[in-house]
């Protein structure tokens, strides 16, 4: 017997003692099948496993062990769209701030955090809320969030950021940077793979000057009926790429080959996605891959999801022509990145004129 009540925050109504989740938590039916439990599932050894890739010899000066790293990485956003990236150059040190500079911050009393509550209504979208935008199902997700824009410097709104605790602005603005600089490395890898000049793809979502960085720190509280409930329901990511920290809690699957994969907990890793962005531009030949967030009834979960995004106007987003053929036509129409998430959010009522292919047999840009 599912309730029927539903706090503003998610975190208050799995603190309050419920022994059942409002219906409005509740996934649709076809889905319920597909929900298994978290713990059981990361334990799994058969099966399809999400590609680690060792990054650290990819600025290589010897070119043989260079482009063995670029095939690597080449191969992984080709067949997966996600993975493990190992030896990245952050420092461990500066990610443990990070992690307990978002940790303190969601445990701060509720009436704490309201202070930097968004207001979606009016679109202030950055701040403290429980739900980031409309979704396909109609369904609320189990989850919290804090959401603002990281890099460049010059776009920060310090009024949003929190002042508690006193390390959160010093420590996510120094891992901003480093982020940053490993986008570069990546997005220039991942122009190489495709027989790009090695700054193409980077220039197309935006270059250093334009390229935005949006931190959303997921809180994933415990869930009384985890069989029942989804953090955040399947979609894919409309960045250009997104790299994720998380707190060693399993939640994350991908659909890959018609099945939900469990991504296991790595240490010292980062999860980076390829978004829609560069599957766009790519003309389809990188996925972005179709994922959701499960959630349990023993551990909180809290990851910290940083969107490389290009500017929303500026860019008209399209295949890149030396990467359409005759037998490998344009999949995609051309639209900018505000058009793509207009597209994505209110797909139902739009008249879509272009007709779209997307890999294997899924609609991935449009879940």
Not at 160 to 178: G, L, M, Q, T
Not at 232 to 247: G, M, W
Not at 328 to 336: E, G, I, L, Q, V
């Amino acid at each position: 017997m599912v309730s029927t009540i539903a706090p503003s925050r998610v975190e208050s109504l799995a603190s309050s003692g419920i022994q059942s989740i409002p219906k409005e938590y509740v996934r649709p039916k076809e889905e319920l099948t597909s929900i298994g439990d978290v713990f059981e599932e990361e334990k799994k050894e058969d099966g399809p496993q999400v590609p680690t890739i060792d990054i650290k010899d990819i600025a290589s000066d010897d070119p043989e062990v260079r482009d063995r790293a670029i095939q690597e990485l080449k191969k992984a956003a080709m067949e997966w769209g996600v993975m493990h990236l190992v030896n990245h150059g952050i420092p461990d040190e500066l990610i443990n701030r990070v992690k307990v500079a978002g940790e303190a911050f969601f445990q701060l009393p509720i009436e704490e955090k309201e202070k930097y509550a968004n207001d979606q209504a009016s679109g202030n979208v950055q701040g403290y809320g429980s739900k980031l935008a409309n979704n396909v199902s109609g369904q609320l997700e189990w989850e919290d969030y804090f959401f603002h824009l990281i890099f460049p410097e010059d776009k920060w709104d310090l009024s949003i950021w929190p002042r508690y605790p006193s390390d959160y602005i010093p420590a996510v603005s120094e891992y901003s940077k480093h982020l940053r600089a490993l986008a570069t490395k990546i997005l220039s890898a991942l122009s190489l793979a495709l027989g790009l000049e090695e700054g193409r793809l980077e220039k197309e979502v935006g270059g250093l000057e334009e390229l935005l960085l949006q931190l959303k720190i997921n809180y994933y509280p415990k869930c009384p009926e985890p069989e029942l409930a989804l953090g955040v329901e399947a979609h894919t990511d409309i960045s250009a790429l997104t790299f994720i920290l998380h707190n060693m809690v399993p939640g994350l699957q991908l659909f890959y080959e018609g099945k939900w994969v469990t991504a296991k907990c790595v240490p010292n890793s980062i999860v980076m996605h390829i978004g829609d962005t560069i599957q766009i531009l790519s003309n389809g030949k990188y996925k972005s891959i179709l994922h959701r967030g499960l959630v349990n009834k023993e551990k909180v979960r809290v990851s910290w999801a940083v969107f490389c995004e290009p500017p929303k106007e500026k860019i008209i987003l399209k295949p890149l022509p030396e990467l359409v053929t005759e037998t490998d036509p344009a999949r995609y129409p051309p639209r900018s990145f505000a058009q793509h998430i207009q597209y994505k959010l209110f797909r139902k009522t739009q008249d879509v004129q272009a007709p779209v292919i997307y890999g294997d047999n899924h609609d991935y840009l449009l879940n």
